[in-house]
């Protein structure tokens, strides 16, 4: 079951095969990786929760590589979860 905050998404989510084997992806408003705007989406879903300075965007980035769960395909953005 998905967690609280992600159930108003899960009708435009996906399942989509990974090379760890089955993920779910949700898609971004952001239409591209410029500025902060993309992660502060993806750092809500994968976190639950909003960041609460940049700092909380780029400590994800630095020691969880989070910005690597954003992957475009059919032409938008969308962010990897382990959820299914």
Known sequence: MAE???QPLMAESIL???ERGLRRYF???AKSRKGLKYLREAFFIVYGREPK???DIF???FYHSFDKYVERFDGKLWV????V
């Open 4 to 6: 609280q905050h992600l």
């Open 16 to 18: 989509r095969q990974h």
């Open 27 to 29: 898609p971004l408003k």
């Open 53 to 55: 300075s940049n700092e």
């Open 59 to 61: 400590q994800a980035m």
């Open 80 to 83: 990897r979860t382990v959820e």
